[in-house]
């Protein structure tokens, strides 16, 4: 196959102009094409609504603002002959099989042979679509369906079609993974696919369950998000933001096209949400659903689905459930949830009985592999464990024993799983400190190695097949292989602490005396969240000063010995890496980011500045003092490594990593090419920084900006610091300076703030509520 030149994307609606979105994300130039809007000035009016609405989502479909340039609009009347030039021709038109038809019909006489056409279809089959088709073009033809939002879902579905070549699945199938990001299930062609079919089925129990134990919506969204490893969004708030008229659709959709779906009783909207869809309450589209915002203080109510009235939104108080959330092992917390003999424990117990003896029964039909419907549910859906990783975690043996108890039927291959004496569906197969896995295969009976997959390095695996080189409470070093050792960190929140300082100085330690090269990399929730807050409170608060000064001191030594290395240090950055966080990448000698990184020096939001270096580093890396102001006075951070390259968090040389699975391993790769050609170099002593003319420029700035109502007078003071530092310490005239001088006025500055006491509130109420004080 060749190399993607150019990608088409036809559908400009909420699916196509995401996914023309994620291609320009990746580099790849997009023509975007949907219908020609009649008695309209601008023909291509359709497509230009639907890139101006993925730009103003939230969050933005885009990586960048100038991202969105390398999309060219078009329309079907005029600009069809634009895909001859298309190596890559994606439909996403409405769910309508003589629409998808028709226009398919118009593609075919201007595509070029050999080009690729897939359709982001949900349901319909791809052999009614591409009925009586040319050879050639079924060749060329499979399904490739995307998760809204493309950009943040990471799962796509491959669908090859009866007749679609295997190189074409092949190649699209690496394409997705590489460049988009993807995590890729292959799929058959079966109604609504693995995680579409799977998912109704679960919103199916759900609403059936609710209604059969007269649950609130608020209990069901309290008992279906983070205690069980499900998004925030839970059951009801996801129906709101899904749309209701959508979630009814998919469900009679299901029921007409699964005639023989064991689920298919289910798939009839209850009747609230008929009612509710009659009286157009839709959803957050429509401002109210099972949710809706009141008042100016836009107070969130509730739906009582009985009466269909609202209701201020009530928290649920379950005894249980309260003590299950003190405990952070999921498998352990849904474990205490389920095994409790109250209404939470029943409501969870059957759902999950439900879905795991559905899910072993569409083995074969939907997958061969328990590992595709798992994969599929935890990429497509965020959940943290797929339907027989969560069996796993329950014991097959003991719920497939109260399903018995119960006179609930057990499927009849987990039956024969269990007789032979095999009591799990994953089981760890490492061999002379390489991970390994075994799965059971439910079709054969038999127990099969899953196979490996190149470049993805999972720490957790690596860790157990072949323990640390070292560790305390805050990190760990792994061995990853070929001369590279890693430095994990595994506080909460991979917040940075004394032991992660400790760790940091033992693995540049351990690296100089054995290895090549250094990462810094983890595969928790965040990178880092930065500072622990929480021990810098405590100790402005006892007024010990002396050793949050050595804590601090701590901290800028174990970034200079980041940046002067004997050998090269590389930050694997995704999520938050934030504060001291980001001062950990700004100090690494390359970094390999996710593409989804937030980097920021956020400390103003908490009236204190940064003190491990950031002052110094936005110095060296922006074009004045005035620039490294307003990135770090207004915190600003990255919507996306992209972003961060723009706003100087990263350099040209950094390099971004599409798919996050293969963070670590491109890391490595990165640390390994590096070593050969690194010099480590010595701090800098040439430093130029403004003095008091410079001081004096950005005051101006804050004072103008306080008139204005846009600061209060605590950010005046903070600004002033951060000022004071920027400048060089208010030195006469244009001079330079050395790192450890600017260290030096950090350190004095941030201990400086920490005794504010509007500082110490803003850091009290940060750790709080997760949110900045503005005071």
Known sequence: MKPLRRVAVLGAGTMGSRIAAHFV???????????????????????????????????????????????????????????????????????????????????????????????????????????????????????THFFNPPRYLHLVEIIPASDTAAEVVAWVSSFCDLHLGKGVVPCKDTPNFIANRIGTFFAATLFKLTVEGGYTVEEVDALTGSLIGLPNSATFRLADIIGLDVWAHVLNNLRTLAPGDPGRDRYVPPEFMTRMIERGWLGEKRGQGFYKRVGPEKQIHAIDWKTLEYHPAQKPRFPTVEAARAIEDLPERVRAVVGAQDRPGQFLWSLFRDLFTYAASLIPEISPRVVEIDRAMRWGYANKLGPFEMW????????????????????ATVERMLASGVKSFYQAADREGLPGTLYFDLSSGSRRELEVRPGVLVLSEIRRARGVVGHNAGASMVDLGDGVLCLEFHTKMNAIGDDILEMIRAAIDETTRGFEALVIANQGEQFSAGANLMMVLLAAQEGEWDELNRGLERFQKAMLAIKYAPKPVVAAPF????????????????????????????????????????????????????AAFELIGYAKVSTSAAHARELGLLRPEDAVSMN?????????????????????????????????????????????????????????????????????????GRQTVSEQYLLDLEREAFLSLCGQAKTQERIQHTLKTGKPLRN
């Open 25 to 143: 994300n990746a580099g790849f130039p997009v023509d975007l094409l949907d219908i020609a809007i009649p008695d309209q000035p601008k023909r291509n009016a359709a497509v230009l609504a639907g890139i101006e609405a993925a730009s103003k989502q939230k969050p933005p479909a885009f990586f960048t603002d100038g991202a969105r340039a390398l999309i060219a609009p078009g329309n079907f009347e005029d600009d069809l002959s634009r895909l001859n030039a298309c190596d890559w021709i994606i439909e996403a038109v409405t769910e309508q099989l003589e629409v998808k038809r028709n226009l398919l019909e118009k593609v075919a006489s201007v595509r070029s042979a050999g080009s690729i056409l897939s359709s982001n279809t949900s349901g319909i089959p791809l052999a009614r679509i591409s009925e009586g088709w040319d050879p050639e073009l079924r060749r060329h033809f499979l399904g």
């Open 392 to 411: 796993d975690a329950l014991g097959v043996p003991e719920t497939v024993a109260r399903m018995r108890a119960e006179g609930h039927a057990v499927p």
């Open 575 to 626: 999520g938050m890496a934030l504060g001291g966080g980001c001062e950990i990448v700004l100090h690494s000698a390359r970094a390999q980011a996710s593409a989804e990184t937030y980097l920021g020096l956020v400390e103003t939001g908490v009236g204190l500045i940064p003190g491990g270096g950031g002052c110094k580093e936005m110095l060296l890396r922006l074009p004045s003092a005035k």
């Open 660 to 732: 996050p699975e293969r963070l670590a391993g491109d890391a490595k790769r990165a640390a390994l090419a590096l070593a050969p050609v690194y010099a480590p170099g010595a701090p800098r002593q040439d430093i130029p920084v403004e003095g008091e003319a410079g001081y004096a420029m950005l005051k101006v700035g804050l004072f103008l900006a306080h008139e204005g109502g846009f600061i209060s007078e605590h950010d005046v003071r903070v600004g002033e610091k951060l000022a004071h530092v920027l400048s060089g310490g208010r030195l006469t």
